[in-house]
């Protein structure tokens, strides 16, 4: 089992910056990527960026060249650092964790926090 829990949401203007952490506990040698999601009021949830724990990292198209998902080996924690935000960035981010134990992959989340952007 893996636990998550985000924390560094809140309320910022537009153009400013987050940043977010995940901090994972509980089967972490298990984990082999992370990554973060959000759901806007009425809107499906959607992948922002994923870290694969070899080094490589991905981003949804409306925040390449804003956010930078990083990893603190030393935390167990994975960072959203969103800059440049824009009122369409609002939504509550959900953290991720991928593990594959005894082959069998799994997904976990964690409880949400929000972001709001002013216009």
């Known amino acids: 089992q893996v636990q998550l829990v985000e924390s560094g949401g809140g309320l910022v203007q537009a153009g400013g910056s987050l940043r977010l952490s995940c901090a994972a506990s509980g089967s972490i040698f298990s984990i082999n990527a992370m990554g973060w999601y959000r759901q806007a009021p009425g809107k499906q949830r959607e992948l922002v960026a994923t870290i694969i724990f070899g080094g490589s990292t991905a981003y949804a198209d409306s925040v390449k060249g804003r956010f930078t998902i990083s990893r603190d080996r030393a935390k167990n924690t994975v960072n959203l650092q969103m800059n440049s935000l824009k009122p369409e960035d609002t939504a509550v981010y959900y953290c991720?964790?991928?593990?594959?134990?005894?082959?069998?992959?799994?997904?976990?989340w964690g409880q949400g926090t929000q972001v709001t952007v002013s216009s």
């Open positions: 991720n964790a991928h593990t594959i134990l005894q082959l069998r992959p799994r997904d976990y």
